[in-house]
T-cell receptor, first 113, second 113 residues
Framework: GESVGLHLPTLSVQEGDNSIINCAYSNSASDYFIWYKQESGKGPQFIID?????DKRQGQRVTVLLNKTVKHLSLQIAATQPGDSAVYFC????????????FGPGTRLSVLP | DVKVTQSSRYLVKRTGEKVFLECVQDMDHENMFWYRQDPGLGLRLIYFSYDVKMKEKGDIPEGYSVSREKKERFSLILESASTNQTSMYLCASSWRQGNQPQHFGDGTRLSIL
């Protein structure tokens, strides 16, 4: 199996419940944020992004919330499904990072039947 | 859909060998990136390129080099492979202008024996 994420925090949720995954970012000058999903054996997949002039953005079953005051980002997944089981990590860009992203360590989401 | 293709999913090489990892993207993206992903350490940037013939060191360039002879292709080279370079290698690409997500390939799991 895939070894990425062996030491990651894990969030276990019941199928059908809502999931909330949190991320603390480091640079107050960051102005663009992304959530990625990485399934076992695959590369990171873009889920949703948000710019710093927004505090909430919704997609299909997912919502991202941005709190710039405390440098906190969260990903909410509605009606979690088995296919949502993966490692999720946030990425920030801007300020002195230039065009590059800095990635968070990730959280493993485990969906229980 | 953006497609980032990495030439090998799994690769086994010996210490001291010169190793080439290839990445091709089909979206005419200016930016391309090479990361390695290790348990507990997240994604770390090795090298990046914002244009053909251009390359910049990332956070952990030692022991690696890159080549960008064509816009769509970005190669990572391990000059003399060592066991501490055993890792998952991920290639990504993105547009240069504005805030745009990076799109990743499915990775190459490289083992150095």
């Amino acid at each position: 199996g895939e070894s990425v994420g062996l030491h990651l925090p894990t969030l276990s949720v019941q199928e059908g419940d809502n999931s909330i995954i949190n991320c603390a970012y480091s640079n107050s000058a960051s102005d663009y944020f992304i959530w990625y999903k990485q399934e076992s054996g695959k590369g990171p997949q873009f889920i949703i992004d948000i710019r710093s002039n927004m505090d909430k953005r919704q997609g299909q079953r997912v919502t991202v919330l941005l709190n710039k005051t405390v440098k906190h980002l969260s990903l909410q997944i509605a009606a979690t499904q088995p296919g949502d089981s993966a490692v999720y990590f946030c990425a920030e860009k801007g300020g002195n990072y230039g065009q590059n992203f800095v990635f968070g360590p990730g959280t493993r989401l485990s969906v229980l039947p | 859909d953006v497609k980032v293709t990495q030439s090998s999913r799994y690769l086994v090489k010996r210490t001291g060998e010169k190793v080439f990892l290839e990445c091709v993207q089909d979206m005419d993206h200016e930016n391309m990136f090479w990361y390695r992903q290790d348990p507990g350490l997240g994604l770390r940037l090795i090298y990046f390129s914002y244009d053909v013939k251009m390359k910049e060191k990332g956070d952990i360039p030692e022991g690696y080099s890159v080549s960008r002879e064509k816009k769509e292709r970005f190669s990572l080279i391990l000059e003399s492979a060592s066991t501490n370079q055993t890792s998952m290698y991920l290639c990504a690409s993105s547009w240069r202008q504005g805030n745009q997500p990076q799109h990743f390939g499915d990775g190459t799991r490289l083992s150095i024996l």
